[in-house]
């Protein structure tokens, strides 16, 4: 089974709750890796470059990007947009 869904998880003893997204898949781990480097090496990425670059379906490349909506945003029109990293907290 692999899981690629965002988990809560209440441990009672210690009253913990984690909220992580799970990836066993290496492909998805490598592609969000790129995303996140490409990013951050470039200032922005568009969805073509995510589908030229791993030959997927444009409706994977965009479950990336919605698995990494706290680390990225969509900027611009839909046309000419980008996904950028998003400012830190401290920054808005």
Not at 50 to 59: E, G, I, T, Y
Not at 80 to 86: A, E, F
Request: charged share 35%; net charge positive.
């Amino acid at each position: 089974h692999k899981a690629d869904v965002p988990v809560d998880v209440t441990v009672k003893s210690t009253g913990v709750t984690v909220d992580v997204t799970v990836t066993d898949d290496p492909e998805v781990a490598a592609r969000r890796d790129w995303i996140r480097r490409e990013i951050a090496g470039r200032g922005g990425i568009r969805l073509r470059d995510v589908l030229a670059k791993f030959k997927c379906s444009d409706r994977t490349a965009k479950r990336d990007f919605d698995a990494l909506s706290s680390e990225i945003m969509f900027v611009g029109s839909p046309k000419t947009g980008k996904y950028q990293l998003r400012e830190p907290a401290a920054a808005r």
